[in-house]
C-alpha cells in the first residue's frame, strides 16, 4: 500500500497535566503517515483522487491547536480518527511529540496505529 506522510508539523497549544501546562502553549510536534491507494491518482493526475495533505494537515494543526488535551494520548488517537475520516485513508500512524518535556530527553511522545474499520 502507498503512503503519504506529514513530517514535523509543528503546532502550539495547551497540553498536559501539570497546573502550568494548562495556562500556556506548548510546541507540539506531529508526524502523520496515511494509507491509500495512489494508482488512480497516478492516472488521472487529479487532485480528487489524492489524500490532499495540505487540507489534512490544516485540520491536524487546528485539532492540536484548539482540543487543550491532558495526554499525548489523547491527543494522537483524537487525530487518528481525524484521518481516518478522509475517504481515501484506510490506515493512519501519528505520532505526537512535546520537545523539551523531559530534562534531558529532546522529545517525549506516543506513536498509535489505526485502521478503518470495514
Same mark, same amino acid.
Given at each position: 500500500?502507498?503512503?503519504?506522510?506529514?513530517?514535523?508539523? =509543528? &503546532?502550539?497549544? +495547551?497540553?498536559?497535566?501539570? $497546573?502550568?501546562?494548562?495556562?500556556?502553549?506548548?510546541?507540539? #510536534?506531529? *508526524?502523520?503517515?496515511?494509507?491509500?491507494?495512489?494508482?488512480?491518482?497516478?492516472?488521472?493526475?487529479?487532485?480528487?483522487?489524492?489524500?490532499?495533505?495540505?487540507? =489534512? &494537515?490544516?485540520? +491536524?494543526?487546528?485539532?492540536? $491547536?484548539?482540543?487543550?488535551?491532558?495526554?499525548?494520548?489523547? #491527543?494522537? *488517537?483524537?487525530?487518528?480518527?481525524?484521518?481516518?475520516?478522509?475517504?481515501?485513508?484506510?490506515?493512519?500512524?501519528?505520532?505526537?511529540?512535546?520537545?523539551?518535556?523531559?530534562?534531558?530527553?529532546?522529545?517525549?511522545?506516543? $506513536?498509535?496505529?489505526?485502521?478503518?474499520?470495514?
Amino acid at each position: 500500500m502507498d503512503k503519504v506522510f506529514i513530517k514535523d508539523l =509543528l &503546532a502550539r497549544g +495547551i497540553i498536559g497535566i501539570r $497546573e502550568w501546562e494548562r495556562e500556556k502553549e506548548q510546541d507540539i #510536534l506531529i *508526524n502523520v503517515t496515511v494509507y491509500t491507494d495512489t494508482i488512480r491518482a497516478a492516472e488521472t493526475d487529479s487532485i480528487d483522487d489524492c489524500v490532499d495533505y495540505s487540507a =489534512l &494537515a490544516k485540520k +491536524i494543526q487546528e485539532h492540536a $491547536e484548539t482540543a487543550a488535551r491532558l495526554t499525548v494520548e489523547a #491527543l494522537a *488517537n483524537d487525530l487518528a480518527k481525524l484521518c481516518l475520516e478522509e475517504k481515501l485513508v484506510w490506515k493512519v500512524v501519528v505520532r505526537v511529540e512535546k520537545p523539551g518535556a523531559v530534562r534531558f530527553a529532546k522529545s517525549v511522545g506516543v $506513536e498509535v496505529e489505526r485502521k478503518r474499520e470495514e
